[in-house]
């Protein structure tokens, strides 16, 4: 049952308050919207006995209704047939919040770094409230309700009011909050709905529902890119050093490590892991080098000339595009170098310091390949309504193509928005955190919905309290089920051909009672 609340004023230092009876009952409305606003309004009249409390209702005091504190943030003073009026509309003292400054995270800010990318700023959902409420000079504080144990990237920590900070938050997290006062309630979904006892059926405690479908913002394609490979990744990934090869001979193996035997070689199985990879060679001269003759996957690159007069290393690309995978190398000592006098020494075959890389690999990468994974999401009414493309998304965060694809899968917004507005004419209150059984034969809903806007008027005046519902996808499937088997069979008229004088869709006919379909594919 409806309860009858006494509203209070109180002044803004607090050490004053008294009830407020001379106002226009029909004008008292409260008004709430999920994640957004929470407002009473109302319209007072002066007496010759309230002049004191009319004129106290001056912006920044205070109206409490059921428990909860109002800031008076506007009032609006009229003179109307010989009364004085005052409308007023106060916001709920939670959005006060707005008046904290969240300041940007500086620490996370640098000069002269040499990765002049913005990094984004992996948080849970704790750690980004904690943020938003540290050192706030206005004694809010928050609880959590339910387990919230995903991290998200955030773009940008701070510079923002406290309020606009909570909201993106949940845009981010998908949580829902609700303030008792000061103490903001953050909730997952699941914590903040209860069922209600009460059942909305047509023609007993409502008297009219809308249902608007909009595919204004309907999208059937969708491509996403997970983290992007960086510099090490790619360039220069896996040097291959001189313990790194196989030998066949006998080489020394200290200092330069190099052989003096014609026919000895060593050889190498490298593994290519992102594919148009680039091989180079760093070859080792000397002044007693002789020819050596590369391999690559057992084809001969032609032979090098390992002689200098002083020691050096000349950069050598044996290969360029090698494919995704297994290749190999193999480095066999042809020979002298001819009309070299090598005195009393004999020729070498020289394949470097202990410490050298030999052998480097870089991949040349270029559009998707860049990234570690990608992946593209068709909605299954990909043909039923044609290709309309959602903007591409880019997650760092993600390494994989199950996931990347789980992420696509639900941000495209692929199913026709529906909004869904009724009243209620009960004696039960209905709450911000209800979900309601909604039944309404004429156009065929029957279909648990939650709440997200409200508006109550005074439980004196015979209002009916007017609902909005939640108009996500996993809310209100059936109506968009029927919404689609309407088009459906307005296509398939089509394909038959029709005239029009002769056919018009008895929308009402096409509903059914059906309840707890999911997509629909037929």
Not at 267 to 276: A, E, I, L, M, P
Not at 279 to 289: A, F
Not at 421 to 426: D, I, K, R, S, V
Request: include cysteine; charged fraction near 30%; hydrophobic fraction near 30%.
């Amino acid at each position: 049952m409806r309860i009858l609340e006494n509203l209070i004023f109180m002044n803004r230092e607090g050490t004053f308050s008294e009830i407020v009876n001379d106002f226009d009952f029909g004008s008292f409305k409260y008004e709430y919207e999920q994640n957004n606003e929470r407002s009473i309004s109302l319209t007072a009249y002066k007496t010759n006995v309230n002049a004191d409390i009319f004129d106290s209702l001056i912006n920044e005091n205070y109206l409490i209704w059921k428990g909860q504190k109002y800031v008076i943030k506007s009032t609006e003073l009229k003179y109307e047939e010989g009364v004085i009026l005052n409308e007023i509309e106060a916001k709920h003292i939670s959005m006060e919040f707005q008046n904290h400054y969240v300041p940007k995270d500086l620490d996370d800010e640098s000069l002269n770094d040499e990765d002049e990318t913005e990094a984004k700023i992996s948080m849970k959902v704790k750690e980004y409230l904690d943020f938003a409420f540290k050192n706030n000079k206005l004694n809010f504080d928050y609880k959590l309700h339910g387990k919230f144990n995903e991290s998200k990237y955030i773009e940008q920590l701070g510079d923002k009011n406290g309020l606009e900070h909570l909201i993106e938050g949940a845009e981010y997290f998908g949580y829902i909050f609700f303030a008792n006062n000061k103490t903001f309630h953050i909730y997952t979904p699941d914590n903040f709905y209860k069922k209600s006892d009460e059942i909305l059926v047509y023609k007993y405690n409502n008297s009219s529902v809308s249902a608007k479908t909009i595919t204004t913002e309907l999208r059937t394609y969708i491509q996403g890119y997970g983290k992007k490979k960086s510099k090490s990744e790619t360039k220069n990934y896996k040097p291959i050093k001189p313990k790194d090869f196989s030998y066949s001979g006998n080489f020394n193996k200290e200092g330069t490590w190099s052989t003096e035997h014609i026919g000895d070689s060593f050889y190498k199985t490298f593994d290519c892991k992102w594919g148009n990879e680039t091989l180079t060679w760093n070859l080792k001269k000397g002044p007693k080098g002789g020819i050596i003759e590369v391999f690559i996957d057992d084809k001969s690159k032609g032979t090098f000339d390992c002689y200098s007069a002083h020691a050096s290393t000349q950069k050598v690309i044996l290969a360029k595009g090698l494919s995704k995978g297994k290749h190999s190398f193999r480095g066999v000592f042809k020979s002298k170098k001819p009309g070299i006098d090598y005195k009393k020494s004999n020729p070498v075959m020289y394949v470097g310091t202990s410490k050298s890389s030999v052998l480097n690999l870089t991949a040349v990468l270029k559009g998707k390949d860049i990234y570690h994974v990608y992946a593209e999401y068709k909605s299954p009414y990909y043909k039923q309504y044609g290709k309309s493309e959602a903007p591409t998304i880019y997650d760092d965060n993600i390494t994989n193509q199950s996931e990347l694809k789980k992420k696509l899968k639900e941000t495209l917004d692929d199913i026709p928005t529906i909004e869904v507005a009724t009243n209620y004419l009960g004696l039960e209150s209905i709450h911000e955190n209800n979900t309601i059984r909604f039944i309404h034969k004429p156009i065929g809903f029957n279909t648990d919905l939650k709440v997200v806007k409200l508006t109550e008027y005074h439980p004196l005046v015979s209002q009916p309290i007017e609902v909005e519902f939640s108009n996500a996808q996993k809310d209100i499937i059936q109506m968009q089920s029927q919404f689609n088997r309407r088009l459906r069979k307005v296509n398939n008229l089509m394909k038959k051909g029709f005239k029009t004088s002769d056919y018009s869709l008895n929308v009402l006919e096409e509903y059914n009672e059906t309840v707890g379909s999911v997509l629909i594919d037929e």
